[in-house]
């Protein structure tokens, strides 16, 4: 007599229950569960893939997370009839099969055993702090003397010696990078625009030209149409501190006398929009600041930047919480708050509703989001390892160079630990 249905699917689930059992070994796969209204995903650590699944599967993973493998499946098993139960068993084998997804249950985190080599051979930028002098004294800056991780504005510029030295140390230590930056930081950088030249000067010896990018941070009140053909003239990338129209951005960004500088940080703007060409003017951003009181009614404010004629509406920027706030109590606010993404979430989707283009500020902090999703790397074959962070190794993508020739690991991290200096 030929084997019944019933018979079929028993054999068949004996058989994915040993497999199953087999690829995980007692152990939990690395993944994270999700849905929407609409769908059920899971994410897997182990190849970087979000796939979506049925309900069957999001609830017997679910179960897998929490429970023995023999548990969650028996769970499954009594839940629903043999068939279903068999056929989406062989799913999930099948599944893991062909796209290994489920199968990493651990991924080592340390520190590569090429090391070495990465850092000898990978630097891709150094940021140069010319001077430790600013001619602003914005609310927020870090250097503030009501800030308590950092220093007060100092009056230290950087030496030739120093600056030529950090240029010294990214050709020889960039042979694997196809292009390498030298940037400049403050401070206020443009209060040592000759010292500036000198350093692009010095780098274009030293670095072929096919290599060589220079990029600079700069609050743009010093910027006039001599330092804008400079700039423009030898490809600098410029990232100019603005935090909205005028009422906004003088809020914080003010001189010592108490005077706001957005007229001055406006006029040194159009400077670098006469200088750059159509096809560089990407190379111009702006770095805006977001200070409590947090509220969608402050971002309506900020957004009305826009709607000044002199910006271009496809300007990119960069939006970032001000690092520090009057108390530990609004320093948890801005680690929680939903401000800025409710906001734009409205102004999108009010957008797409009506069939128009998203408000600038709304569509570049959301697709930005989206973005790092869609162009994260994708394994076929699990990863074994993980840099320690995921990010980056300190001390090989770039490295930050004070004006007194210290070396830290990033302009962005403040009081961190030196790692040496260009000596």
């Not at 897997?44 to 699944?53: L, P, V």
């Not at 999001?58 to 043999?82: H, M, R, T």
């Not at 520090?324 to 993404?341: G, K």
């Amino acid at each position: 007599m030929g084997k019944t249905d019933t018979e079929d699917n028993f054999v068949r689930v004996t058989n994915e229950f040993r497999r199953l059992k087999e690829t995980w070994q007692g152990k939990k796969p690395l993944i994270k569960l999700f849905k929407t209204n609409k769908n059920y995903y899971v994410y897997d650590a182990g190849t970087n893939r979000i796939f979506s699944c049925g309900l069957f599967e999001y609830e017997f993973l679910n179960n897998l997370l929490k429970l023995p493998v023999q548990e969650a499946l028996d769970i499954k098993l009594y839940s629903c009839n043999q068939d279903d139960f068999a056929r989406n068993l062989q799913y999930i084998s099948d599944l893991i099969r062909e796209t290994k997804i489920l199968t990493t249950t651990q991924i080592d985190l340390g520190i590569p055993k090429n090391i070495d080599r990465i850092i000898h051979n990978s630097l891709g930028q150094i940021i140069l702090e010319v001077t430790e002098r600013c001619n602003l004294r914005c609310r927020y800056c870090i250097y503030e003397p009501s800030f308590r991780q950092a220093r007060n504005h100092g009056d230290k510029d950087m030496s030739w010696d120093i600056a030529f030295r950090a240029i010294d140390y990214l050709s020889n230590c960039s042979s694997s990078k196809e292009k390498v930056a030298v940037s400049f930081y403050g401070g206020e950088p443009l209060l040592r625009f000759p010292f500036i030249k000198e350093c692009v000067k010095y780098a274009k010896a030293r670095i072929p030209n096919n290599k060589l990018l220079f990029s600079m941070t700069t609050n743009g009140t010093l910027i006039n149409s001599e330092i804008a053909n400079f700039l423009s003239e030898n490809g600098f990338a410029v990232h100019v501190s603005l935090d909205g129209p005028e009422v906004i951005h003088n809020e914080n960004r003010i001189y010592p006398n108490g005077k706001g500088s957005f007229l001055d940080v406006k006029t040194g703007m159009e400077c670098l929009f006469d200088a750059y060409d159509e096809q560089n003017k990407k190379r111009i951003s702006i770095s805006m600041v977001y200070s409590a009181p947090y509220s969608e009614e402050k971002l309506d404010k900020i957004a009305t930047l826009w709607e000044e004629q002199w910006l271009p509406k496809d300007i990119l920027f960069s939006f970032s919480y001000a690092k520090r706030d009057i108390s530990p109590q609004q320093m948890i606010l801005s680690r929680i708050d939903y401000s800025v993404l409710n906001w734009a979430i409205k102004r999108y989707m009010k957008a797409y509703e009506m069939g128009i283009k998203p408000h600038p500020l709304a569509a570049q902090y959301l697709e930005r989001k989206l973005a790092a999703i869609h162009q994260r790397f994708i394994f076929d074959n699990p990863a074994e390892e993980c840099g320690l962070n995921g990010c980056c190794y300190p001390g090989a993508r770039k490295i930050y160079i004070s004006a007194g020739g210290t070396i830290y690991l990033c302009e962005r991290i403040g009081t961190s630990p030196s790692i040496g200096d260009v000596s």
